[in-house]
């Protein structure tokens, strides 16, 4: 090779590795767009390309690992929640969050289903009402996104969904298997997912009961109404279930002063409302972010209709689908689960896996080890074959902001450090 291609390949190099991207919110390399991925239906997203707080000169952002986060809800939107509550590089006071998942990697935020967030649908028969169509809009994001940044193509790429967005975050992952289209998913990580409405309500009235949130007279009248919600989940007959599911709040609220159910040791008082810090995040987005995105969009405007038409798709499982990806596909598969948490409760989560693998017994005889940060154990974690389960200590249904060093050490074992 001579002196002069030799040159001109470092200059291509480097050029490749440097990012014509926009300053965005709080001046990082960032891009963001809006795109109408079918009539009516305005998908909204939100790339931060990796920030390691010390890097070299002509730093390849390419080199680290794609995180697609998908929020919960369903409705609550991943470019606010996800962003600013828990992962992003600043929270909603404009401080920076020194453990943000962007120190190590590239993270794109996508609002689903339409309607959370900045997605928006232009009219009611554009909301999406089952898993699989929201599971499909996620994936016409991507093919958009790799069209339009072809490098990601190749970069290692994880799925991590938190609460409903794990449940979609399976179901994406299953369904990219089908696409004809290049992309590199190498693994799907699930925080307190809500993959099995009937195993996360058994297990409230023995989790409200032992933290004291209710006494036995209280437990069994809980229970009672737990168990008429089995029949219905069983027979798909969804809008009773959804209504069963309804009894069961409505029974533990007669008993109960309102509690954060995303981690109970919070503070707060009698007049506390659970949605006071979505509402908030709306706001802080609507004001500060809006304008410096350019978005037209109200952030959250529809989240309350985004809910409504996915309730009964909440209600039905996706346990068949985490075993397909468990035994069908190559994928990592890992949740992470907070012992706060009580709108699932980690004993869902063993409860299901133990199902899951009732015909394994390599999943029951697997060891069960300390997860040490530091030199201090933040939890414990069980691993088998290509699925790892971890108990995270001190964090609620939102993990990452609670335990940021538990999580850190997580994905360090799940994509690399």
Known sequence: MTRVSTLISCFLFCALAQVQAKPGYGGTDQEWGTIEIRPGAHAFWWLYYVNPPSKPPNFDVYSRPLII??????????????????????????????????????????????????????????????????????????????????????????????????????????????????????????GSPAISSLDTLEAVPSYAFHLGFIDAKQKDAVQEVVDQIKKPIEQERWTEAVDKCGDVLTKLWEYTEPFDYTNILQKHSPDWLFNKRILETNAFMNKNVRPVLNVTADFGAQMDHVFEALLQAYMKPAINYVGKLLNQTNLKVIVYSGQLDFSVPIASMVSLFDQIFEQDSGWSNANRTTLVVDNMIEGYQKHYRNFSLYWVFRAGHWAPPDNPYALRKILQQFIGS
């Open 69 to 190: 986060w998908l929020q919960g809800g369903p409705g609550f939107g991943a470019s606010g929640i996800g962003n600013f509550l828990e992962i992003g590089p600043f929270d909603m006071n404009g401080n920076p969050r020194n453990t943000t998942w962007v120190n190590d990697y590239n993270i794109l935020f996508v609002d689903a289903p339409i309607g959370s967030g900045f997605s928006h649908a232009d009219s009611d028969k554009v909301y999406s009402t089952s898993d699989r169509a929201v599971a499909e809009d996620v994936i016409s994001v991507l093919k958009h996104f790799l069209e339009t940044f072809p490098t990601f193509k190749k970069v290692p790429t994880y799925l991590v969904g938190q609460s409903y967005g794990g449940k979609i975050a399976i179901r994406v992952a299953w369904e990219l298997g089908s696409q004809n289209f290049e992309h590199n998913l190498r693994g799907v990580g699930l």
